[in-house]
């Protein structure tokens, strides 16, 4: 069983600077190991959209084209949490973040995850930045 808790989410002006965390428990950083870490946004009355993904075992990441050159993901295996550092924020960027774990997912560099392929999902935490 795969358990995920977001944190770190908050109010900010544009051009602040958030970080999320996402604690993971479960199989995730282990011989059973899921296959990719990404988030996820999803703002009032739009669909929801991948931000950033991570494989597990390092190496390739991605991000949507609306947070590329602010937006950092990153992990520690050790301590079973994933970080999405966020900076340079815009009123644009306020939405609920999810943090998900896939199984088996394909990191297209260029392009944000897409949702379909993660099978666990965090609660989210909000994120309001004001102009």
């Known amino acids: 069983q795969v358990h995920l808790v977001e944190s770190g989410g908050g109010s900010v002006q544009a051009g602040g600077s958030l970080r999320l965390s996402c604690a993971a428990s479960?199989?995730?950083?282990?011989?059973?190991?899921?296959?990719?870490m990404g988030w996820f946004r999803q703002a009032p009355g739009k669909e929801r959209e991948g931000v950033a993904a991570i494989y597990t075992g390092g190496g390739s990441t991605s991000y949507a084209d609306s947070v590329k050159g602010r937006f950092t993901i990153s992990q520690d295996s050790a301590e079973n949490t994933l970080y999405l550092q966020m900076n340079a924020l815009k009123p644009e960027d306020t939405a609920m973040y999810y943090c998900?774990?896939?199984?088996?997912?394909?990191?297209?560099?260029?392009?944000?995850?897409?949702?379909?392929?993660?099978?666990?999902w965090g609660q989210g935490t909000q994120v309001t930045v004001s102009s």
């Open positions: 998900a774990a896939s199984r088996r997912c394909t990191i297209v560099p260029g392009i944000g995850p897409v949702d379909s392929e993660y099978n666990y």
């Open positions: 479960g199989y995730i950083y282990s011989v059973y190991s899921m296959h990719c």
